[in-house]
């Protein structure tokens, strides 16, 4: 096997053996934010519960959504959803419960279904798994029609300090993969290269510690956790650990646009290819 294929049987290999706690395992309405640990990990996924709600009856297929929580949150508001991942055990159960719509068996580089098959594709902190991350967001974009949602880790200035100094090996995760994170101009080029009319972006500061996870909402110590989260993203949300992105294949409307910057995401009209006759959307 070449490298990159030794890297995809590893990550296979070690969600198999992950040991994933009940909680781990709940659907999004049942995780969405009781403790401070669930708000930390579902917080862009709250912010863009604005944006998803207008997009209900429309479809989506998530990627690297192993435990179907992507898929789920999907599902709660309003859309048809097929969960992916390289190892589906979890998405057959959550298919079971009724949780999600369906789901497959698939390798986020190599997509199964055709061109547009859905409308949008959906990714959160699973790109930086894979062996090309990059191929990963490609490959979203080619079986969706409308656009893409991208939640994954933000190459921060300071972020970035850190790790020079303090954490260099903190790159690499035991599943084998490099950690790979992004950063709006790399989005930004992207889509220009891919002739893409328009994207949404926000970066955050997302403080997270295993010992912090399970306060309760109800305790002080989780709304004061909650201030803390305001006042640091006051000041350093542009150089915060997480990167939220919405991709537009066509143009979104006025009502979609309003939801998004209300929740404090930049919208960004690109300039379109003048060498290309069939501009996407």
Known sequence: MDKKEVLTQLQKNCFEKGAWSQEDLLPYSKRRDSTFGQFVANKELIELEPFVHTLAGE??????DGRAVEASYLKRNGLVVTATDLYPDYLKKAFEKGDIDNFAEENAENLSYKAEEFDWGVV??????LPRPVIG????LRVSKKG???????DGYFLRVLRKYLFRD???EPSGNYVYRFRRRELEKLCLALDIPAYAVKTSFLPWS???EDIKKNEFGYRAR????RFINRIFSSQGN???????????NKNQIKSLKKNGFRYVKLPRNPYLKGNIG
């Open 226 to 229: 909650i201030l803390f989260y």
């Open 148 to 154: 893409a949602l991208i939640l994954e880790g933000h």
């Open 170 to 172: 903190r790159d690499w």
């Open 59 to 64: 479809s989506a297929v998530t990627i690297c």
């Open 210 to 212: 295993r010992k912090h």
């Open 242 to 252: 997480n990167f939220t992105a919405v991709i537009f294949k066509i143009v979104p």
């Open 137 to 140: 967001i490609y490959e979203l």
């Open 124 to 129: 959160k902190a699973g790109l930086h798994h």
